[in-house]
């Protein structure tokens, strides 16, 4: 009997220590004022300066491993919304129709004029959105009637496709603008013809149980590898005339945009990673 408890209390002791070991992962950050103004420190950080490099090393949680497209492919974790060959996974935003814009032999596809626009039937929160867009040859018309077209996230907010070589347009509503709210922090279009990269971080806005927007949507985007919108706020949509609005949302689609004005743009590879 008296062996058994011994057993008993080893066992459980060797669990609690173990517990004990496993509790290895760093707390959250937790941001204090120190007493001199203007900086900041973190009350995990407050305790007694370490003296070995283990003590500010941890290992868990483990971080996922995604392996990384070659060539230009999708990570491993990529969730493929346009792969060239087919519109399944899309529909006309307006009437949820077949999609009737060009599928095209090398695996792209081309606005088809008034047809409307087009959205994705899976719907994301928070993604990592890579999209290839091209510009048309023959160049056709100015301003805004050249090239137009967008892609908007959450289907409400617009990040602007537009050809603007050569092409003067207003700031708010260039290339790379968020429509009618922030023009980019550079104009970084390849020639017209060719084809651009938008890579677009985005976190949607959160709304409490009333409706009212709590968190700004916010959006990073690089365009051909240049950082033109920096963690961006989204006011609201994005309106051709009016002030954004902020209707509660949850999920929403990946929108792309007909201009009705014989736009003729291309879009290919287009991919999501949820975050
Ligand atoms: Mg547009």
Redesign the pocket.
């Known amino acids: 009997m008296r062996v058994k408890q011994i057993s008993l209390l080893f066992i459980f002791l060797s669990v609690f220590i173990f517990s004990c070991k496993e509790k290895v992962a760093v707390e959250p950050l937790e941001e204090i004022e120190s007493e001199n103004d203007g900086v900041i420190t973190y009350s995990e950080y407050a305790g007694e300066e370490p003296t070995t490099p283990e003590e500010t090393e941890y290992y868990k949680p483990k971080v996922p491993v995604v392996e990384p497209g070659k060539n230009g492919a999708p990570p491993s974790d990529a969730i493929i919304l346009f792969d060239g060959i087919s519109f399944d996974g899309w529909m006309h935003t307006q009437d949820s129709t077949a999609v009737k814009w060009h599928l095209n032999e090398d695996g792209s596809m081309t606005v088809a004029d008034k047809t409307g626009n087009i959205r994705t039937k899976q719907e994301f929160g928070d993604v990592q959105l890579h999209i290839e867009w091209k510009s048309p040859l023959p160049v056709q018309r100015d301003g805004?009637n050249r090239g137009?077209?967008?892609v908007f996230l959450n289907g409400m907010y617009?990040v602007?496709?537009?050809d603007n070589n050569d092409n003067d347009t207003y700031v708010n509503?260039q290339v790379g603008s968020i429509?009618k709210q922030g023009p980019p922090l550079a104009m970084a279009s390849v020639p017209t013809g060719e084809w651009n990269v938008y890579d677009i971080i985005y976190h949607a806005p959160e709304f409490n149980e009333e409706g009212g927007k709590v968190k700004s949507a916010t959006v990073t985007v690089l365009h051909n590898g240049v950082l033109i919108q920096d963690h961006t706020e989204i006011k609201g949509t994005t309106p051709y005339i009016g002030w954004p609005k902020n209707p509660p949302h949850g999920k929403g689609p990946l929108m792309l945009?007909d201009?009705g004005d014989d736009s003729r743009v291309s879009y290919r590879n287009i991919w999501v990673r949820e975050l």
Do not use: I, T
């Open positions: 805004q137009n077209s967008g617009e602007q496709v537009l509503g429509y945009q201009h």
